[in-house]
């Protein structure tokens, strides 16, 4: 058993991710600040299948949870004081770094959140794993990493230095902060570049979730990019069996690299950077055509051109994750679309 502490624990990957760990006979200790990003109730919601009861959260405590070995605080990275009062009375085996300002798009309306948590914070999360000797730091980064890149399927060995939005620099800054701690301090550190996750429980401002809702209610659904779009959507239990593996994995340094070919993903530090995505990627109009065939009613479509700070199309090369780990993605779009949907009806009696 080891004591793992999951940072963004009510957030989406964090909350599966903690429940997985939890099955396993882990013990978790949640960190979350449970801001109002997105509705705070289906946050609640999570952190009540943890055994987290509200009130608890209300009531502004350390939360025990009824049913795990696992504990929530609420905490703020950017709170370095509370951060370096957690690590040293708690005593991490692993972290997993999943707290960040999401969205591509609110990083064009909002950039200051992205900063104050995605780096201010990160910084926090990095000092405390090497004060206190953590043995692994496992934290999210993101394919939007790859911005102006077109070389398809995207890999780690690609060069990632024109993002297209603050989001993606700031994760491509968590990578090279990580790098520079592993450098300096021998802190092991892998990075997970996520790509487009999906299924129940999921994030409100992801097209899956805006999508059904508009079907379901009648309203057209905004189309980006006339539907062209292509996305390597990842199903949730799949990205969770990738970081478990990653998480049981701490790097080594690697024998092998050489400074005169700089491969990004690899270093002579305890660093390395892994795609985790599906390896399969599909058209956005073939995506809504499976939430169509799942909710059994058509969409109205409002067919609309590129947003500032997307990306044309995402697919992620996993064969280093998959050679070092043995994971391979499983489930199909078609499963994962019925899988979330079943889950929207269930929940919000529609």
Same mark, same amino acid.
């Given at each position: ?40 109730? *289906? ?12 009130? %608890? ?14 504990? *929530?605080?609420?905490? %703020? ?18 972290? #997993? ?19 104050? $948590?995605?780096?201010?914070?990160? +910084? ?20 939007? #990493? ?18 297209? $939005?603050?989001?993606?620099? $700031? ?5 090279? /902060? ?8 021998? *802190?092991?550190?892998?990075? *997970? ?29 905004? #189309? ?27 790097? +080594? ?8 070919? /700089? ?42 051109? /590129? ?10 090369? #996993? ?18 679309? %019925? ?12």
């Amino acid at each position: 058993m080891k004591r793992i502490l999951v940072t963004g624990a009510a957030g989406f990957i964090g909350f599966h991710l903690s429940k997985k760990l939890l099955e396993r006979g882990d013990e978790v200790v949640g960190l979350d600040c449970l801001n109002d990003y997105y509705d705070v109730e *289906l946050k609640y919601a999570r952190l009540a299948q943890l055994g987290i009861d509200r009130s %608890q959260i209300e009531a502004g405590v350390l939360c025990k949870s009824t049913q795990f070995p696992f504990s *929530l605080i609420q905490l %703020q990275l950017e709170d370095l004081a509370g951060l370096e009062k957690l690590f040293q009375s708690q005593k991490f085996d692993v972290v #997993v770094n999943l707290a960040a300002q999401a969205g591509v798009r609110y990083s064009l309306i909002n950039p200051h959140a992205y900063i104050n $948590s995605n780096i201010v914070g990160f +910084v926090n999360i990095l000092e405390c794993c090497r004060h206190q000797q953590v043995q692994h730091l496992v934290y999210a980064s993101s394919s939007s #990493v790859y911005g102006l890149n077109s070389e398809m399927p995207f890999s780690t060995a690609h060069n990632v230095d024109h993002p297209v $939005s603050l989001y993606a620099a $700031s994760k491509k800054s968590n990578e090279l /902060m990580a790098h520079t701690y592993s450098h300096l301090f021998g *802190l092991p550190t892998t990075g *997970l570049r996520f790509f487009t996750v999906y299924g129940p429980w999921g994030r409100p401002d992801m097209a899956l979730f805006l999508f059904a809702k508009a079907i379901l209610a009648g309203e057209p659904i905004k #189309v980006f990019n006339q539907g062209q779009m292509i996305r390597d959507f990842t199903y949730i239990d799949d990205i969770v069996e990738g970081i478990i593996r990653v998480a049981d994995r701490p790097p +080594v340094p690697n024998p092998n690299w050489n400074p005169a070919i /700089m491969d990004p993903a690899h270093s002579s530090a305890p660093y390395h950077v892994y795609n985790i995505g599906n390896n399969q990627p599909v058209q956005l109009a073939e995506f809504i055509e499976a939430i169509e065939q799942s909710l059994g009613k058509k969409a109205l479509k409002e067919l609309l051109p /590129m947003q500032p700070g997307d990306v044309a199309a995402t697919f992620a090369d #996993v064969s280093d994750l998959e050679a070092d780990t043995g994971y391979k993605p499983a489930t199909s779009v078609q499963t994962g679309i %019925q899988r979330f949907i079943d889950w929207y009806r269930w929940y919000y009696q529609a």
